[in-house]
T-cell receptor
Framework: DAGVIQSPRHEVTEMGQEVTLRCKPI?????LFWYRQTMMRGLELLIY????????DSGMPEDRFSAKMPNASFSTLKIQPSEPRDSAVYFC????????????FGPGTRLTVT | GQQVMQIPQYQHVQEGEDFTTYCNSS?????IQWYKQRPGGHPVFLIQ?????EVKKQKRLTFQFGEAKKNSSLHITATQTTDVGTYFC???????????FGKGTMLLVSP
């Protein structure tokens, strides 16, 4: 398996623009997580899905952030409009919790908002 | 909400020295996991501890889960330059779905 795939790996955008981050989880995994990592706040859980259904989005910072999982092999995290304080590394992770609870992280998307 | 604290934030050792990072939770955990993130990389799962007082070893790494299931530690014996990275503990409360990550301990090893 190729592991969790994220795109793009790097994104530079101007304040006010829409940003869409993409994630393909490991095939067969039933949980998908979106995290944000910054030096100040560390690794924060934004939202997670179970079997494509959003379970807890309490970590989403504000209404500018939205996430979808239209099918088992694809999820998006959208920021509209983006702000400089959104600059961070965004990780997607997946797990198969019927046998193990370890999370497999993707390589991340480094977002810079100028 | 649940909080997971890790100390130290940073440690610089000479190759061959030992290293320990500690993790403390504000609440009792159902399990704790440890991850390693290399510079510029992504977190990679190392191990999961579930039982009170559990001790697990992976070569030079020793992981412990406290008796009260509120603290944990990772000890590396005779560090090597390949051990460089940030070590995170992550705890789960009731149920296993989500993890609360500590801020991590950054380890630098000088040859």
């Amino acid at each position: 398996d190729a592991g969790v795939i994220q795109s793009p790996r790097h994104e530079v955008t101007e304040m006010g623009q829409e940003v869409t981050l993409r994630c393909k989880p490991i095939s067969g995994h039933d949980y998908l997580f979106w995290y944000r990592q910054t030096m100040m706040r560390g690794l924060e859980l934004l939202i997670y899905f179970n079997n494509n259904v959003p379970i807890d989005d309490s970590g989403m910072p504000e209404d500018r952030f939205s996430a979808k999982m239209p099918n088992a092999s694809f999820s998006t995290l959208k920021i509209q409009p983006s702000e400089p304080r959104d600059s961070a590394v965004y990780f997607c992770a997946s797990s198969y919790q019927r046998t193990s609870y370890e999370q497999y992280f993707g390589p991340g998307t480094r977002l810079t908002v100028t | 909400g649940q909080q997971v604290m890790q100390i130290p934030q940073y440690q610089h050792v000479q190759e061959g020295e030992d290293f320990t990072t500690y993790c403390n939770s504000s609440t009792t955990l159902s399990n704790i996991q440890w991850y390693k993130q290399r510079p510029g990389g992504h977190p990679v799962f190392l191990i999961q501890l579930v039982k009170s007082g559990e001790v697990k070893k992976q070569k030079r790494l020793t992981f412990q889960f406290g008796e009260a299931k509120k603290n944990s530690s990772l000890h590396i014996t005779a560090t090597q330059t390949t051990d460089v990275g940030t070590y995170f503990c992550a705890g789960s409360g009731s149920g296993y779905s989500t993890l609360t990550f500590g801020k991590g301990t950054m380890l630098l090893v000088s040859p």
